[in-house]
């Protein structure tokens, strides 16, 4: 079974950065590709950002594209987030997701952490 659990949450200015890793295990990271999610309260999840296996090739919401950077290091079993300039309208809980390749859904899903971003 896989297990993720994500890190680094917390709170970060409006236009500062922040990190987040997820820590994968259980099966070989390198046969999924990854995902990051978020939920603000009240409102539904969202898709943020996706990697394939080899961190070859990433997908981004619009909303974040060009400030959120997905990564993976897969000799750590590590997909990360790099948020850069958040907005206050960007606090949620974020998830990560693991999909194995192929796959058409995301089967695996972290507990999220949370991020808030003051303005």
């Known amino acids: 079974q896989v297990q993720l659990v994500e890190s680094g949450g917390g709170l970060v200015q409006a236009g500062g950065s922040l990190r987040l890793p997820c820590a994968f295990s259980g099966r070989t990271f390198g046969n999924y590709a990854m995902g990051w999610f978020r939920q603000a309260p009240g409102k539904e999840r969202e898709f943020a950002a996706t990697i394939n296996w080899s961190g070859i090739s990433t997908s981004y919401a619009d909303s974040v594209k060009g400030r959120f950077t997905i990564s993976r290091d897969n000799a750590k079993n590590t997909v990360y987030l790099q948020m850069n300039s958040p907005k206050p309208e960007e606090s949620a809980i974020y998830y990560c997701?693991?999909?194995?390749?192929?796959?058409?859904?995301?089967?695996?899903w972290g507990q999220g952490t949370q991020v808030t971003v003051s303005s």
């Open positions: 997701a693991a999909r194995r390749t192929g796959a058409p859904t995301y089967d695996f």
